[in-house]
């Protein structure tokens, strides 16, 4: 092992009267990646913020400890003024964020956020600063990189600015990157590619890399070490290989437990008439006019799809966002302008219904929104809230509402003593089982949830979505579980459809699609997950066909 | 662009001709003008001619097809009043009003933008504080009850500067004060709230965690981000100056400016110089709309002209 580059020693970090990191150790040595996991308020984002020292401006001190960087000589961070602090930040020590769309500033070029990093730490004439900010993109596999130093944060994908982000903390050659959740607000296809341009760029500079997520699959395929923490206390502390082969700490073994990943199994499609039929769907939105009295040129969300879902039946929908999955499920629920096909539920076709003619329609199909705090209405206590709906079917009376609303939380396992609660006093898990509870609240025949777990922590995430899987099976419902991840739709659906481009491309029960997937797309995204059981950091490496052979067998 | 600004200017001639109808009618439903006109005393001989003279003894539609018309060809028709051309009268006062907003405009983005964006960055020493104080001070204050205090102290207790008239430099000072104080006292909330908005930002850590200095964060990061809120309700602010800003200021400094002559229009009744001033008023303001549209994509590169017009 070679020297240490960071050692971190005691460390406190405080916000007001909350201590979110409670006395960390570690070092990190050169080439070297040791991941700090631990779900949100472990205090994983503290510590990397009291790292770098920017967890001042953030509103928290450094209440205790020592943060020793080793370049030719060893400074002591946490006793550095705010000017040489100012000289390691970005020189010695770069950051990279989890959202790369905020962390960009959206008023200036791309390449003048890059020559800024450059500039601030070395004098260079402008054409030198170009040739690099140029380098700098092309390091990270920009295409066409010259080209994009004109160009702002938004006309770019997730993935292009990660990279620039990415090309941002590099520019200047630093010693220690740290990364937080650089991957997590990404696709699970674009996901992979970034992390396996970390490794790359890492093994070319043998930077050291303090990769921080909640996500073990990414700690397993990035970290030669592992740190678990949890409410600001390390739990456990070792080299990847030990720590998913034999975890000490009961708190890993569940966090092991609870990372989605594939080769679960899933459970068997029930034969039973179709409850929803969608066929030849085009949902159309407005687009730009190419002159002033030009027609507008419609953008199709959803292009031609054709679904069926059973009584009882869950069907996965899986595919990348911008791939027209949250249009179709809004068109179905008609609240997407539908252009052509036809969508019939329970025989009836709903396409054509307007106004007050939708209600009943509206009763029997109820959905589940990501964001689960965005979707509840913070001036409404939680009572209200889960019995909107059936006020406005005329299911309940007001004065009944408190009773209906005792029995819905206990179906979603909320205690009835939090009715008063109003939605910022729950935590996310429980926003996310209040927004289940409003919509069994009409007892619909379908729900449909769209991405309603990728907002929340892996423990919360599983437990939500074995709430969903329950309620499905003990009401009988047909259940739309759309997603971004593989992983996590395999246990609970019968069938899955793979979305791509507006279009679905592959479709057949879960179990036959991940074993012998017929679409690239498909095989892609399968082959994205990242998966807990093998690091591949620290094995060898193993081609995917292995990789899941065990797992069906 | 270009398809932006020929929108544009369809908008405003569909705009003028709604303005154009709307004063028409109404200025000659308030009152008679000839009554003003003729004052007392004179023989109905004499004004039944002053009425053919003036072209009011058609009935009112022809009156406003005859105006029509005299727009198109560039003809406003004459003072009743001044008994000159509309246009003469007011090209006469657009000189001074323009210098006198144009002044308060300057000082309220001078004053205002940097005292707004301070007191966010310092919003816990005492100096921002005070800077805060001062602006709700000032947001209180009508701009005659300050002016009327300038003048009592500068003018007639000092006897430093002229209470009166355009003719120095020495004359804007109070009435370009008094004029912007409101609009100044209510950007500096504007922009202390859109500062503090763009300070919990993500990409300013981003711009920290390349090393920049707080300074450098500020003047780079911060300012071109908040002057997009800013500058929607700036644009507001200078549309409310030109279209009735500074009719009070005008009267009270004895101001030979465009508010000082439409009001003494409108008590004479003097439809011509009305409706004109309506009309340039009209222009104005969706030129300065066009303008700050204009300025907002420049500063948010996300906005693209012609996008927020429908």
Known sequence: MSAPLLEVSDLHVRFGDNEAVKGLDFTLHRNETLALVGESGSGKSATALALLRLIEREGGTITRGRIRLFDEKPHDLTRLSDRQMQAIRGRLVSMVFQEPMTALNPTMTVGRQLTEVLERHASLTRRELRRQAVAALERVQVPRAAERLGQYPHELSGGQRQRVMIAMALATGPRLLIADEPSTALDVTTQAEILALLRRLQAETEMGVLFITHDLGVVAEMADRVLVLKAGRQIESAPARALFTAPQAPYTRRLLDAAPRLGGGSPTPPATSPLLEVSDLVTAYPGRRAHPFAARQPVRAVDGVSLQIGRGETLGLVGESGCGKSSLARSILRLAPIQSGSIRLEGRDVSQLHGRHLLPMRRAAQMIFQDPFASLNPRLPAWKLVTEPALIHGLVSERERRDLAVTLLSEVTLDSAHLDRYPHQFSGGQRQRLCIARALSVRPRLIIADEPVSALDVSIARQVTELLQDIQQRHGLSLLFITHDMAVVERISHRLAVMLGGRIVETGPTAEVLTSPQHDYTRKLIDAVPHTEIPRRVSTAVSPPERYAGAWV | ?310
Request: proline fraction near 3%.
């Open chain 2, 1 to 310: 662009m270009l398809s932006f600004l020929s929108m544009r200017l369809v908008k405003l001639v569909v705009t003028l001709f709604v303005v154009i109808t709307l004063v028409f009618f109404a200025t000659r439903l308030s009152g008679n003008a000839i009554d003003f006109i003729a004052g007392e005393g004179l023989d109905a001989q004499s004004r039944s001619e002053l009425i053919a003279y003036y072209g009011l003894r058609e009935d009112i539609l022809t009156q406003y097809w005859r105006y029509l018309r005299g727009i198109v060809e560039g003809e406003f028709g004459l003072s009743f009043t001044e008994r000159r051309p509309v246009t003469q009268v007011f090209w006469e006062r657009v000189g001074p009003t323009l210098q006198l907003i144009g002044g308060a405009i300057l000082l309220t983005l001078v004053v205002a933008v940097p005292a707004g964006i301070f007191a966010a960055v310092r919003r816990r020493d005492a100096s921002a504080q005070g800077v805060m104080t001062l602006a709700f001070l000032g947001y209180a204050t009508p701009n005659f009850v300050l002016a009327t205090l300038l003048l009592l102290v500068f003018s007639y207790w000092l006897q430093i500067l002229p209470s009166a008239g355009n003719d120095t430099w020495a004359h804007y000072l109070m009435p370009v004060t008094a004029l912007s104080l409101t609009y100044i006292a209510a950007l500096i909330r504007y922009t202390r709230n859109a500062t503090l908005d763009v300070l919990g930002q993500d990409y300013l850590r981003t711009a920290r965690a390349k090393g920049l200095s707080e300074r450098e964060v500020v003047t780079r990061h911060v300012l071109r981000n908040t002057l997009i809120t800013v500058l929607s309700v700036f644009g507001l602010m200078v549309t409310a100056l030109v279209s009735s800003g500074a009719v009070v200021i005008e009267s009270i400094f004895s101001w030979r400016g465009i508010g000082d002559l439409l009001v003494r229009a409108a008590i004479r009744r003097d439809y011509p110089v009305l409706q004109f001033g309506v009309l340039a008023v009209a222009v104005a303001v969706v030129t300065i709309n066009t303008l700050i549209d204009i300025a907002y994509a420049w500063v948010d590169p996300r906005v693209r002209l012609g996008a927020r017009l429908t």
